[in-house]
């Protein structure tokens, strides 16, 4: 046992002895000191790297994948090294993994204090052992090498190695104030300290510290007078940041350091545009895409449940030309103004920090609830329960029946994107409030041109039929359509707040009917009817607004039946998928977005689509956007998009392509075919 024990020991010391003392067959390094110094002073070293064309080096911080440089010292008595100082790095994004690199030749700065006791005319040998990781594409090669160099002692201080000059320029200089952090709706929100007058181009920060943002996520910049803010996505399980942030604070080739201490950061100001961002078309553009959009709404199905208003309103248009241009421009007005609105809540949200998309009111349990309750007065208005001027569209009516039937169809019609829109609506959210604000009224006004032409442009009633008996027919006819409305709000109350808020909200719904309904028949016997409204209504409603709150379940998760086998979206589980090497189909989607329900029923939930997806190995993933998701808000904000449906496909190895709003199965089935 001795004996074989001594050959082990003497294996294992001969394996030692045969590793090369370096390993830099992907490129080299130098330790190189800028000249000599004098006794009690500082002097600055450097390690240059220079790998070979198409290989790259790591930041300290090597993102997703990679690793850091590692030093370790070997220094005569009493000299001390300070910490490596870096260039500005890279950004490299491979299937979707970030990585912080340096392309081609790069150094790295570390400056050493020298004791009093060194002796002016000695020169003492300094050595480092130093590992890092040399990458190309597509290989890793790990690198080491001990670096050795001798610095002289002298009793004047000399630079005479000129390259510093060039190694110290493209050194990130720090900062003189510090900055501020919080974390905030998953953010890792920064006050960087930069004066009104430097604008950056491109901007990009760098976290030193490991495990705490996501890297690969967009970052956000706004400029708040001598400060800019930036809100970085926080890393899904990631390590909570230390008392103090550090890092770099990049705009193309160059940057500055920064430490940051937790406190208080403003919100609001203006944003800047950053990385693609920059490429946003102009407002012209998007001016047009959202007039388009909007027109095109029109057409969409997420607008049908309410084209029983719409038609009732055209049809009226058959009556005096006065009438017509009043009450087209009153229904323009009141479009425009709900878009504006809506659009001015978001942004005042977000500027607030919160995480809202186009069409968040219909997250809200509370605004579901009143909608459905308006739409179920709705359709026994038409059915004729009741009579209300205001929503009466078969009498003569005024401007402010017109204005306000236009603050309804667009704040119920405006959840999903269409065509033209979701570019318009992406670029509003990046783009200042004032012009963000026009893009917003721009939408409204083309969802309500066509009715607005109809009431300016006589040649366009006169294609309509003339009013007659047949109207209070047809407005009959539209409550089967807006009952279908209610129908689908109360099983949205369902899928938001469980199935206790939604028997809750159905007593409030009865208690409603029964009130309009002795209100239809006060009426017809020619009595004064609302005070009996108010009597039967309101303990129904009291009732509502104390057991709604109590019976809505916050954690209810409302099954997703569906015949293609999906996982639930997250930022991880879409880099899995990718990683896989298989196709992924990644759709987002609510349950009170009706383009999505329809694209599900008629492109994705059919059997030949499972069968080629099956066939291929598609990856389906499904982010469901019905209860507010700040990670899904923040994605879609990444692509480009403020609101679902939004449909991506990625091929292995590629980035995601969007794919059209409308969807086809046989769309899917030849993309699974490549």
């Known amino acids: 046992m001795l004996f074989l024990f001594f050959m082990l020991l003497i294996g294992s010391l001969a394996h030692a002895q045969s590793l090369p003392e370096a390993k830099m067959d992907r490129g080299s390094a130098e330790l190189v000191f800028e000249g000599t110094t004098r006794p009690g002073s500082s002097v600055m070293a450097a390690i240059d790297f220079k790998p070979v064309e198409g290989w790259h080096g790591y930041w300290s911080n090597p993102g997703d994948a990679g ?397 309509l039929p003339k009013p007659g008996p047949w109207m209070e027919r047809f407005r009959k006819a539209m409550a089967f359509p807006m009952g279908l409305t209610a129908l689908a709000l109360i099983w949205l109350t369902a899928r938001l707040g469980g199935k206790g808020f939604a028997l809750v909200a159905l007593v409030v719904v009865v208690g409603l009917m029964i009130a309009l309904m002795v209100v239809g028949r006060l009426q017809r016997s020619g009595k004064m009817a609302w005070p009996a409204f108010g009597l039967i209504a309101a303990p129904f409603l009291i009732f509502g607004l104390f057991a709604l709150p109590a019976s809505y379940d916050a954690n209810a998760q409302a099954s997703r039946d569906t015949i293609i086998e999906t996982v639930p979206f997250s930022r991880d589980a879409l880099a899995d998928a990718r990683a896989s090497g298989q196709p992924v189909f990644l759709w987002f989607t609510a349950d009170w977005c009706v383009t999505c329900k329809v694209n599900e029923s008629v492109a994705i939930e059919r059997e030949v689509t499972r069968e080629a997806f099956e066939r291929a190995g598609v990856v389906a993933m499904v982010g469901d956007w019905t209860r507010p998701d700040p990670e899904i808000t923040t994605f879609l904000n990444e692509q480009g998009a403020a609101g679902v449906p939004l449909y991506l496909w990625y091929e292995p190895g590629t980035d995601g392509e969007q794919l059209p709003q409308v969807l086809t199965s046989d769309m899917l089935v030849e993309r699974a075919k490549r």
């Open 67 to 463: 690793q850091g440089l590692m030093l370790s010292w070997n220094l005569p008595e009493g000299w001390k090294a300070g910490a490596p100082q870096f260039p500005v790095p890279q950004k490299l994004l491979v299937a979707n993994l970030m990585n912080h690199v340096f392309e081609g030749e790069h150094a790295v700065l570390i400056p050493f204090e020298i004791p009093p006791s060194a002796k002016v005319g000695e020169s003492y040998p300094v050595s480092v052992r130093a590992d890092w990781l040399t990458c190309s594409d597509t290989l890793c090669v790990p690198q080491w090498a001990t670096l050795r160099a001798v610095v002289r002692v002298s009793d004047k201080a000399e630079v005479t190695e000129p390259r510093f000059a060039k190694w110290r320029a493209a050194i990130a200089p720090p900062l003189d104030q510090a900055g501020r952090f919080e974390t905030r709706a998953g953010n890792l929100r920064i006050a960087i300290p930069l004066p009104a007058a430097m604008e950056p181009a491109a901007p990009h920060v760098f976290i030193e510290q490991v495990r705490i943002v996501d890297y690969a996520a967009s970052q956000s910049f706004y400029r708040d007078g001598d400060t800019i803010i930036v809100e970085i996505p926080l890393k899904e399980g990631g390590d909570e940041p230390p008392p103090i942030i550090s890092g770099i604070f990049s705009f193309g080739e160059f940057g500055f350091r920064f430490e940051a201490e937790a406190g208080e950061v403003p919100t609001g100001g203006v944003r800047i545009m950053a990385g693609s961002e920059s490429e946003t078309p102009s407002l012209w553009v998007l001016l047009f895409g959202a007039l388009a959009g909007g027109l095109l709404l029109n057409i969409m199905p997420c607008v049908f449940p309410i084209l029983s208003i719409k038609a009732l309103a055209l049809a009226r248009a058959g009556e005096s030309q006065a009438q017509a241009r009043r009450e087209g421009i009153a229904y323009t007005a009141g479009v425009v103004l709900a878009c504006v609105g809506l659009g001015a809540l978001i942004l005042a949200l977000r500027a607030a920090g919160e995480q809202v998309g186009w069409a968040f009111q219909l997250q809200n349990p509370g605004v579901v609830v009143a909608l459905m309750l308006l739409a179920v007065a709705i359709t026994a208005n038409f059915a004729g329960v009741f009579e209300l001027p205001s929503l009466s569209f078969t009498r003569k009516g005024a401007p402010a029946s017109a204005f306000a039937t236009g603050l309804l169809a667009a704040f119920v019609a405006t959840p999903c994107t269409g065509p033209f829109m979701a570019v318009a609506l992406g670029a509003a959210l990046l783009l200042p409030p004032l012009e963000a604000l026009v893009l917003f009224a721009a939408l409204g006004f083309g969802l309500a041109l066509p009715f607005l032409l109809i009431g300016l442009v006589p040649r366009l009633r006169a294609m």
